[in-house]
């Protein structure tokens, strides 16, 4: 919307989110922080939690290409990147796979080969594809959208950690509540189907140039040194507790800090607080930590474990 500030844009993306995706506050929010951090997402949760759902409504609220990968076994490289093909003319052309698109769903990540894992990493991390020798770029909104049923699902496996730690968050997408859940009946019966995006009732908020200006006014958020100290301490504290065999790396630190940026332009401020590190703690922390075994087996989960840590680091004060 022209004339819009960069945070009223964003308030307006989370809402159209919101109205669509019911009771999955704590997704939503954090799903739109980390495409305004220029960060991939891992959603976790059993099938049916709409997580599919909330990142085809994101794309229509940007206004941007959407792609669903559905990942399997057999899937190949060539299969997401593209192949190029021998014309008439005994040329070679190129012919681009799905991962061309701005926002990508990796539906199922959890169940593809580890070549096809190495393509997506690459992906990912370069925002190139390479083919036979030759770089295409992608898209500059191009963004990963994982998902992954909880790993003792049969025919998955744990992704590893070195792609693990390319997803800026991994965010948890679980059941609603009782209410959001009738609610989600109550608009069925009103005609809403969710392979039909026409029934959503959302319209473009913005476009992939006004997606990079929010980009922009989150990079030009203050971060005031004890906020970075703050940073520092909690990062590096994941390595020295006793109930984590794994902490998190240098990456985690900065994931942390984007996140905490875009956090506070969701939040409609022009500088960082310690709530946002500490807000966002779980979710760019909890898939690059490993739990004790022996505390593992008494249930304790990587989300437990961070309280712990953050629970003992000193908060600044402004």
Do not use: W
């Not at 190129?94 to 061309?100: E, S």
């Not at 792609?163 to 965010?171: A, C, H, I, S």
């Not at 906020?227 to 990456?251: C, F, H, K, Q």
């Amino acid at each position: 919307m022209e004339g819009a500030s960069p945070a009223e844009d964003a308030r307006r993306i989370l809402e159209a989110l919101r109205h669509v995706v019911l009771g999955q506050e704590a997704a939503t929010r954090e799903s739109l922080i980390c495409l305004l951090a220029r960060g991939h997402v891992l959603l976790e949760g059993v099938p049916g939690t709409a997580k599919t759902l909330l990142v085809r409504t994101l794309a229509l609220a940007l206004d941007v290409k959407f792609q669903r990968i559905q990942f399997t076994p057999d899937l190949m490289p060539a299969d997401i990147t593209g192949v190029s093909m021998l014309t008439g003319s005994h040329d070679f052309t190129f012919r681009p796979g799905p991962l061309f698109a701005d926002l990508v769903l990796a539906d199922e990540i959890n169940r593809a080969p580890a070549k096809t894992q190495a393509a997506l990493l690459e992906a990912m991390q370069e925002r190139t594809v390479t083919v036979d020798g030759v770089g295409y770029p992608l898209s500059t909104t191009f963004t990963v959208f994982a998902t992954q049923n909880p790993v003792e699902f049969e025919g998955t496996y744990p992704l590893p950690e070195a792609e693990l730690d390319r997803f800026m968050m991994k965010v948890l997408v679980d059941y609603p509540d009782a209410t959001h859940e009738q609610s989600i009946l109550t608009r069925t019966v009103a005609g809403f189907e969710a392979d039909r995006p026409e029934t959503y009732g959302v319209a473009a908020v913005t476009d992939a140039a006004g997606l990079g200006r929010l980009r922009a006014a989150v990079d030009a958020v203050r971060v005031e040194t004890q906020i970075t100290a703050y940073v520092t301490a909690v990062v590096r504290a994941t390595r020295e507790a006793a109930s984590l065999t794994l902490g998190a790396s240098p990456r985690a630190g900065v994931a942390l800090l984007k996140a905490a940026r875009a956090a506070a332009l969701v939040d409609e401020r022009d500088y960082v607080i310690p709530d946002d590190v500490k807000r966002l703690a779980p979710a760019v922390l909890r898939h690059r930590v490993n739990v004790a075994p022996e505390l593992e087996l008494e249930g304790v989960t990587p989300d437990v474990a961070l309280k712990s840590v953050l629970d003992r680091i000193e908060v600044p004060t402004a």
